[in-house]
């Protein structure tokens, strides 16, 4: 119950507040900049009008003592909820206005993205490398307010702009060999978090992603409002196995996608394989789980149509996994993701260290800690 919250009195003595905090308090500022009664209205769907105990306010500046993190928390969501209401055409107003300070003037971590290119691809020339990173930045930026959208998108307009091609061969494919479980091999290429609206399109199965947890709090509680909307879980990764085996008693298919592209921690490297003219080690959570619980495998190769609009195909890795040699599926995985990127460079994550932890150097870690 939503409405009775606005008029409930949390203490006899919460007139104490009025004289303890300062008048020129930030979050007192704050509230009498911003009108968050518009709180209330996107949320009272949400709430039954007149059952249910009294809820706790989405609203909570000078009520409590102050949680800063939650404050930067509800500060942030705010402002980029404001600024998501304006047509994606006018957003890419602002990311091309973006790219010019952010090539040009801060340069931001273009030195990795110099050198990660230059060893990625030695038989280009300097002229062609240079218009890969261009590139990329554009569309670095395009995704950023291709994120700030998702804040206010409708599932219809997602729909639109992410579509999934052939996921009824994918649920056919799961009937005939009587699959719970269908694992998503995904990389941080094109726009990744529009993947997770791919709930809305499996209103059949259990949709989710493996997810590693954002260091500053705020962003994210960010992500993760961003991923769920859609009906999809986010599960942390140390607690993939856990879930995923939760999971088993359920009726619904489960379909998780695992983005296993990222630079694991030295502790975490077990295999290394081949990735674009490196020794690269990856993440092989997905195979020995996929193997564990017999989930159905598939690569999710996805392209940028045109600005704003992307499209996903399941190719299919196998249905059986336990048939492949241990690390097979991994390096399966790893050229099927090079292709993506061989084809379009410019749209995966190349801000990324990638390759700042060597093989060498994990083998003087695992010698030390032998």
């Avoid at 008048?23 to 009664?37: A, G, K, M, V």
């Avoid at 969501?77 to 304006?86: D, E, H, M, P, Q």
């Amino acid at each position: 119950m939503l409405a009775p919250q606005e008029r409930l009195a949390f203490s006899d003595y919460s007139s104490l507040y009025d004289l303890i905090i300062p008048q020129d308090n930030l979050l007192r500022r704050i509230n009498s900049l911003i009108d968050f009664s518009f709180v209330y209205n996107e949320l009272v769907s949400k709430y039954c009008p007149d059952n249910g105990r009294i809820a706790e306010s989405p609203v909570r500046l000078c009520y409590n003592p102050i949680d800063r993190m939650n404050i930067l928390y509800r500060i942030l969501f705010a402002f980029l909820y404001l600024l998501s209401l304006l047509p994606l055409r006018l957003l890419y107003l602002l990311s091309d206005i973006l790219f010019f300070p952010l090539f040009y003037v801060v340069k931001y971590r273009r030195k990795v993205v110099e050198k990660q290119l230059a060893e990625c691809f030695p038989g280009k020339t300097v002229r062609e490398r240079l218009a890969v990173e261009r590139q990329f930045y554009h569309f670095f930026c395009d995704y950023v307010m291709e994120v700030i959208k998702m804040f206010s998108i409708s599932r219809e307009e997602m729909k639109r702009r992410m579509e999934f091609t052939n996921l009824d061969e994918v649920r056919a494919d799961l009937e005939r060999e009587d699959k719970k479980f269908c694992f998503l091999y995904l990389g941080h290429y094109c726009n990744w978090e529009y993947i997770a609206s791919l709930s809305s399109w499996i209103p059949d199965m259990h949709g989710g992603q493996i997810y590693h947890r954002i260091y500053n709090k705020a962003f994210d509680e960010l992500f993760l409002r961003l991923r769920g909307q859609f009906g999809g879980e986010s599960i942390l990764m140390k607690d993939t196995l856990r879930r995923i085996l939760t999971l088993r008693k359920q009726e619904k298919k489960v379909m998780i996608g695992f983005i296993a592209d990222q630079l694991p921690k030295l502790e975490n490297m077990n295999h290394w394989t081949h990735f674009l003219n490196h020794e690269t080690s990856f993440f092989i959570g997905a195979e020995r789980i996929a193997k564990q619980v017999d989930a159905a495998l598939y690569y999710v190769d996805v392209e940028r149509v045109k600005r704003g609009y992307y499209r996903a195909t399941f190719r299919l890795m196998t249905l059986h996994p336990k048939e492949y040699a241990d690390y097979d599926l991994t390096d399966w995985y790893a050229r099927l993701l090079e292709e993506s990127i061989r084809r379009r460079p410019a749209y995966w994550l190349w801000t990324h260290k990638r390759w700042k932890r060597t093989k060498e150097q994990w083998l003087e870690w695992k010698q030390s800690n032998a």
